[in-house]
C-alpha cells in the first residue's frame, strides 16, 4: 500500500513538472525551440515548403528520442549554402542562408555552429548525456 502511494505521488510531480513545462514553452515567442525546459533558438522563417512550425515540430519529434538516453553526438554537414544538424545521425535541422540573414549572420556556416552549442547546452539540461563540445565535428 505504501508503494503505492509513493508511485502516485511520483506520477502526479512528473505530470505536474511536464504540465508547467508545457505552459512554458507555449510563453515563448513562435518558432522558438526548447528542449526539455533550456531554449535554444528561434526559427523565424520557413524553408522549402515547410512551414515554422513544420520545422519546430520535426526538432521536437526527433529531440525526444534523444534525451535521457543515449549520449547525443550534433554534428554540422556542409549541404549547398546549407548546413544540416544532425543528431547521432539523424537530420535534426537545417540552418538555411535565410536563417541566416534573418538573423544578422552573413551565412549558414556562420550560424549552424551557434545552433549546434545551442543544442548541445540543452540536451545536457535535459539529462542526455552529450558527447563533450569539443568531440563535435563540423565547423
Not at 533558438?41 to 526527433?62: A, C, N, S
Not at 550534433?74 to 544538424?85: A, Y
Amino acid at each position: 500500500m505504501q508503494m503505492r502511494h509513493t508511485v502516485l505521488r511520483g506520477l502526479a510531480g512528473l505530470a505536474l513538472a511536464v504540465a508547467v513545462g508545457a505552459a512554458w514553452a507555449m510563453a515563448q515567442p513562435r518558432g522558438t525551440v526548447v528542449i526539455g525546459q533550456a531554449t535554444c533558438f528561434r526559427i523565424r522563417v520557413p524553408d522549402k515548403g515547410e512551414t515554422i512550425q513544420q520545422r519546430l515540430d520535426r526538432i521536437q519529434d526527433v529531440a525526444a528520442k534523444f534525451l535521457g538516453g543515449e549520449p547525443v553526438h550534433l554534428t554540422i554537414r556542409p549541404v549547398g549554402k546549407r548546413q544540416h544538424i544532425d543528431v547521432n545521425g539523424e537530420f535534426l535541422v537545417a540552418v538555411t542562408p535565410e536563417d541566416a540573414r534573418a538573423t544578422g549572420y552573413k551565412t549558414a556556416a556562420m550560424l549552424a555552429p551557434m545552433w549546434r552549442n545551442a543544442l548541445e547546452r540543452a540536451f545536457l539540461q535535459s539529462n542526455a548525456r552529450p558527447f563533450a563540445p569539443s568531440a563535435a565535428t563540423g565547423p
